[in-house]
């Protein structure tokens, strides 16, 4: 695009200098023929200014004779008909004479000579004019033919292009779907199939406790039955040796019993083989779906990636070929751009060669000019003086509306200070409104504080409360330890005869079995003494030997039950040890609690055992000591009284004494000072008391200034954020506002002028966007108030786009008017450039007056 700008703008300017360099010699030609002329006016002039001179003394003589001649009736004549006569046959000569000057000046050759210059001077301008529109005519035509034909090449590509495009998003949507739908379908089978796996991995545990069930089952089966073959094995081995029957039928059940075995194992196995075989076969197949599962989304994967590579290709071959079609295209008009100015250069060289053949029909055309020159001279005049006074009309009317524009600005001005002062006095009241909120808050928060230094107060005294009753609970806690001790005491006593009755029955169990065991000895005694029997009267009575082996089996019957009550009486034994062993525990673990508290009581008791015990032992010694020295001092005493004199005796009353009262003394210093000591203690504690209550009052008072402070704060962050919100809103809301004028002025713009410069676009496009509305300012200014209210009530359009031009900018003065600052801000908005265009449209259509 920028190519084909700059070879039209060359084309256009060699088209402009051309007609300039075949103009030059034509001027020089010119110049000659104008210095020839001023030479030969220069001659003329002389003659012109003398039969002037003549002229003007012929009238002056004419005059001074009429007047000598017609003095007498002059004088006497005292009517205005008789100066009216005698001035016309004054001026009639006159008038002759003045029609010949004129008649002799047109006739002169320098008269001619003028006329012929301003032919050949309108002749000149009128095809210099002619070269000139053919040149704007041409570059017109070429930039029309150059603008329609890349509007149609843009055209064509825009379309192929949206084309192309909606096949390509069209393409891709139907890929996505699908991509979509197989997604959809593979997670759809994922969950079924990681459902499948939950509940195989809920019924694994199910399915290997029923195998381990049947294995145990199994194996118990075969431990009893081993346990049976074995015993009749046994038997039947004794009894081999004395019956063949017996060998034969103990063959019999033995292969019987080996028969149910193998059975049994093979049956074992062969459910453990199928269980592995199934687990097996379940672990594989979830392998193997999950397998397929991950293929699945892999190729899914790789096939949107695919698509979408040759989706990417399509789309870089597709824009690949709108390139070569654009640079083709490019070309294209380039060879049409180089055709059109070999044909202007032809066209130009036809305009030189029909150049002299134009001079000749100039000459002609001269003398046609002269006629109308003179008419055109008189209608110039007249047209002058008509608009003369409609300029004259019009500047008193423009000076008429800026006075009322000046008082209609000067009532706005007064008007925005009066609304200036209600909103500054209404602003002042919100702040006082708001101050004295705020003081209502503070005070607020000055009886909260007080209500809750109150309630801290009454919470402290309950704490003392509590405390009293905590120690009350300590003692009541004292009792209930020494309880637990009797209970603990009480507890022992019943589990040491649980367990001595415990160990009572099993001992008597265990002398059970022994009998069980004595009982089977006696038996297995019984059974080879019934053997040896059978085998001494195998002969003469073997029709015997059937019964004495039912006897045998029956004895064996009885022998199972009781074994199986004995094993009913020692699994019942072995619960009820558990459950003695149980209580056991838990008596154990609420007696460690126990003991532990009894532990700890006991230190503490055996610490004031020890104190108490080692303050006997001191005061024992004391005792003893004073005793001693008592017994010592009544001895001395006693010996001196013998001894002595009173002197002395006096003296040891005095020393006594003074020891008395100086061990009373020190015993009631040790009073006082442990009681001080406590009094010290209790005061400190009551302090550090206070001290707590007051450091938490602080802390609460600080936590409540915190508070308020956070408040504050949330108060100014939440008004400067509303502010900056609303500035924001306004700003945002005043820019679009704008742009909207801007926009609209460019139809206003074209109203009164269609054609718009390439400079005012590109300025426009460099971010100049109130170049078309001081454009619109301009025209407005050349044009008439009553033409624009012909326009606005003729063109529909322009009616549509004057009232939105008109309703946005009241619209955005309404909003400015609206802030703190809307006065002066409406001032400078009247002032500029999009208020003058509101003001010229207003007043155009006569919406002020209203």
């Known amino acids: 695009m920028t190519e084909r700008s700059a070879d039209m703008a060359a084309e256009s300017t060699t088209a402009r200098h051309e007609p300039e360099a075949s103009e030059a010699p034509q001027y020089q030609e010119r110049a000659h023929e104008e210095a020839w002329e001023e030479e030969e006016m220069s001659g003329t002039s002389a003659r012109d200014r003398m039969l002037t001179a003549v002229f003007g003394l012929l009238i002056a003589g004419w005059a001074g004779f009429f007047i000598w001649a017609r003095r007498d009736s002059l004088s006497a004549a005292t009517a205005p008909s008789d100066w009216v006569s005698s001035l016309f046959e004054l001026m009639v000569p006159v008038l002759l004479l003045a029609l010949l000057w004129q008649a002799l000046m047109r006739t002169g050759r320098a008269q001619q000579r003028r006329f ?3 032919a050949r001077t309108l002749a000149e301008e009128s095809s210099a004019l002619e070269q000139r529109l053919t040149v704007i005519n041409r570059e017109l035509s070429l930039a029309r033919d150059f603008i329609a034909s890349q509007s149609r090449d843009l055209e064509s590509l825009g379309r192929v292009a949206t ?41 694994l545990p199910v399915l290997a406790n029923s195998a381990r069930d049947m294995t145990n089952q ?91 590579e040759r989706l990417v290709d399509f789309l870089e071959t597709r824009n690949a070929k709108l390139i070569e079609i654009e640079e083709r295209n490019i070309a294209q008009i380039r060879e049409r751009v180089n055709t059109l100015s070999s044909e202007c250069d032809t066209i130009l060289d036809r305009l030189r060669d029909n150049r002299e053949e134009a001079g000749k029909e100039l000459g002609d055309m001269i003398e046609a000019l002269e006629e109308r020159l003179t008419k055109a ?185 009781h074994a199986e009550r004995l094993a009913a009486l020692l699994k019942d034994a072995e619960e ?109 504690r009551a302090s550090e008391v206070s001290r707590e209550s007051a450091r938490e009052l602080r802390d609460q008072l600080a936590a409540v200034n915190e508070l308020t402070g956070n408040l504050e704060q949330r108060v100014a962050t939440a008004r400067e954020r509303a502010e900056e919100k609303v ?48 454009r619109a300012v301009r025209l407005l200014d050349k044009q008439e108030s009553r033409a624009v209210h012909e326009i606005y009530m003729e063109d529909s359009e322009f009616r549509e786009t004057v009232n939105r031009y008109i309703h946005d900018f009241e619209a955005m003065l309404r909003n400015v008017l609206s802030t703190r600052d809307g006065n002066a801000v409406a001032v400078t908005l009247l002032s500029s450039d999009v208020g003058k265009l509101y003001v010229m449209l207003a007043q155009a259509i006569d919406r002020l007056r209203d």
């Open 576 to 684: 009820r040890g558990a459950v003695v062993a149980s209580h056991v525990q838990t008596a154990k673990h609420d007696g460690t609690g126990a003991v532990d508290v009894l532990q700890k009581l006991e230190t503490q008791l055996a610490e004031v055992a020890e104190r108490s015990k080692a303050l006997a032992e001191q005061t024992r010694g004391e005792l003893q000591e004073a005793i001693a020295a008592l017994t010592a001092g009544s001895q001395a005493a006693v010996e001196s009284l013998r001894t002595d004199q009173s002197e002395a005796i006096r003296e040891v009353a005095d020393t006594i004494a003074r020891d008395s009262n100086a061990a009373i003394s020190e015993a009631l210093g040790r009073e006082a000072q442990s009681t001080i000591a406590e009094l010290e203690g209790a005061a400190q």
């Open 163 to 203: 084309e192309r495009l909606s096949s390509s998003a069209e393409t891709l949507q139907g890929l996505i779907a699908t991509n979509g739908d197989r997604v959809d379908r593979i997670g759809q089978v994922s969950e079924s199939a990681v459902a499948n796996m939950e509940q195989l991995r809920d019924q």
């Open 116 to 118: 012929a210059d301003t």
């Open 377 to 561: 001279i008189e209608r110039v005049s007249t047209t002058d003086e008509g608009a003369i006074a409609n300029a004259r009309l019009r500047l008193t009317a423009l000076a008429d509306e800026a006075a009322r524009i000046d008082a209609s600005l000067a009532q706005g001005i007064i008007d925005f200070e009066a609304d200036l002062a209600r909103r500054q006095d209404e602003a002042a009241r919100r702040e006082r409104e708001a101050l004295s909120a705020l003081e209502n808050r503070l005070a607020q928060f000055d009886e909260q504080i007080g209500s809750r230094e109150e309630a801290h107060l009454a919470h402290v005294e309950q704490l003392a409360q509590r405390g009293e009753s905590v120690a009350e609970r300590l003692a009541a806690i004292d009792a209930d330890i020494a309880s637990l001790g009797a209970r603990f005491a009480e507890t022992n006593g019943d589990i040491t005869s649980t367990v001595e009755q415990l160990e009572g029955r099993l001992h008597a169990t265990r002398l059970i079995l022994d009998d069980n065991s004595r009982v089977v000895a006696d038996l297995t005694g019984e059974s080879v003494r019934l053997l040896e029997i059978l085998q001494a009267g195998k002969i003469q009575a073997e029709g015997e030997l059937s019964g004495a082996i039912a006897e045998a089996q029956d004895r064996l019957t009885s022998f199972h039950g």
């Open 727 to 774: 500035d924001h809103d306004f700003t945002r809301r005043m820019a679009a506002i704008t742009e909207a004028l801007n926009s609209s002025a460019i139809d206003i713009s074209r109203a009164f002028e269609d054609e718009v410069a390439d400079t005012q676009w590109a300025q426009y496009l460099r971010g100049d966007r109130g170049i078309f509305t001081r």
């Open 218 to 308: 199994i194996g118990t089966v075969g431990n009893v039955a081993n346990h049976q073959i074995e015993g009749l094995v046994a038997a039947m081995r004794q009894l081999e040796d004395h019956s063949a029957a017996g060998e034969a039928h103990v063959e019999k059940i033995s292969s019987l019993i080996n028969q149910t075995l193998l059975e049994f194992e093979d049956k074992s196995s062969q459910l453990g083989r199928n269980a592995l075989s199934t687990f097996e076969d379940i672990n594989r197949q979830s392998e193997d779906f999950q397998r397929q599962i991950h293929q699945r989304d892999k190729d899914a994967v790789a096939e949107t990636e695919a698509r979408a």
